[in-house]
């Protein structure tokens, strides 16, 4: 089989790459090693996280907001397996989606592991240990992740466990311990969280979701302890310790204090880290970081000049959209294309509610860089929408240069601000002036109004409604 393109990996930056090559006329073969596609985001990362949210979130306000807005109701109950039914029916339709995708764009798809013989040679090995042998001009590398963890811990799947093990949990919690303040570990602790859930976060740092703009960590501490949660900040965890019907988790604070917590689980949730297993990449000389990333130029193009890798295993934020892009940006350059990607402009989110949404750079990363600015914020306590629906946590934060007005960074923890984001990195790749945004009308009553008088806030502090 002769190929102009071999992608290996189905998540979202190996799919979308094989449906650009294919659009540009490529001859395209992708390589997935599990029975469906999509990778870790559409089966056990951001797809069913975010359906069993929206499950949560609903039961969260039938018993706890429903009752203000006139609707009464009686003896709301969690069934946690028709849950997780919906959540899997979600992810069904979703990786069926691809898969009529990868048909519709001609792209062959084959189930196995892919790994290099050669530069431009690449073997799939089935489940079943039967190989083929494809030849191809260009590979693009797109295996992802897998979920870190640290070397005193064992993760049994049982009561140990990582996000996806979570994503399977049809018996409710009474407690669960969740080592990691990052976005994994709030989005899946908000859901059992509100479902009635005790959740207990340990972080080693000083703020939960500590490299996203300090206000942000701030305020979703307050919104979350509203729900039950407790945070131990500046904590380590020594142990973990599975003892058949709970686990104990033993935590150190700076003095050298030790605390033992008890509970169901313990999720780990500590990041990632790039999957290179099984790829053969001593067989073509390619080389990985200390980290374990494959490392690539400006390009994403490897130390062999026909081999590319995207998302997860390389450098930078370990976010699907980010992947999408590099998909695009590899399948558009072995066309003869010119696309770029502002790295800095690669909004990130966390699915909490309310969500926290950030582009550009944080105050702190200002600070350090000793780079004069001004910030405008305005709360949603203030937006008449936001009071209409009864999502008045959270705040809109601009921060612009302070001489030119240039927008530098937009973070927002509120109402649907993953969706608001947009506006601001729409307006920051145009390098808009928070001035410019301030003058453009948007609609009345929206909760990207917040948007508008931060920037107003940001211009000459004047906002209209506050």
Known sequence: MQYDVVVIGSGPGGYIAAIRCGQLGMKVALIEKYSTLGGTCLNVGCIPSKALLDSSEHFHNATHTFKEHGIVGKDFQVDLPQMIKRKQSVVDQTTGGITYLMKKNKVDVLTGVGSFKDKNTVLVTDKDGGTQLLETKNVIIATGSKPATLPFIELDKKRVITSTEALEITKLPKHIIVMGGGVIGLELGSVFGRLGTKITVVELMNSIIPTMDRTMGKELQKVLKKIGFEFLLEHKVTEVKN?????????????????????????????????????????????????????????????????????????????????????????????????????????????????????????????????????????????????????????????????????????IIGPRAADIIGEAVVAMEYRASAEDISRMSHAHPTYTEALKEACLAATDNRPLNL
């Open 243 to 411: 003892t058949g019907k709970q686990v104990v988790v033993t935590t150190e604070n700076k003095a050298g204090e030790k605390k033992e917590l008890k509970g169901d689980y313990c999720l780990v949730s500590i990041g990632r880290k790039p999957y290179t297993e099984g790829l053969g990449l001593d067989n073509v000389g390619i080389q990985t970081d200390k980290a374990g990333r494959v490392e690539v130029d400006d390009h994403l193009r490897t130390s062999v000049d026909n081999i590319y890798a995207i998302g997860d295993v390389i450098r930078g934020a370990m976010l699907a959209h980010k992947a999408e892009e590099e998909g695009v940006m590899v399948a558009e350059q072995l066309a003869g294309q010119k696309p770029h990607i502002n790295y800095l402009l690669i909004p990130g989110v966390v699915y909490t509610w309310p969500e926290v949404a950030s582009v550009g750079y944080t105050e702190e990363q200002l600070k350090e860089m000793n780079r004069p600015y001004k910030s405008g914020s305005f709360p949603f306590k203030a937006s008449a929408r936001a009071r209409a629906s009864m999502d008045v946590d959270g705040t809109v934060k601009v921060l612009a240069d302070k001489e030119t007005d240039e927008i530098l960074g937009v973070h």
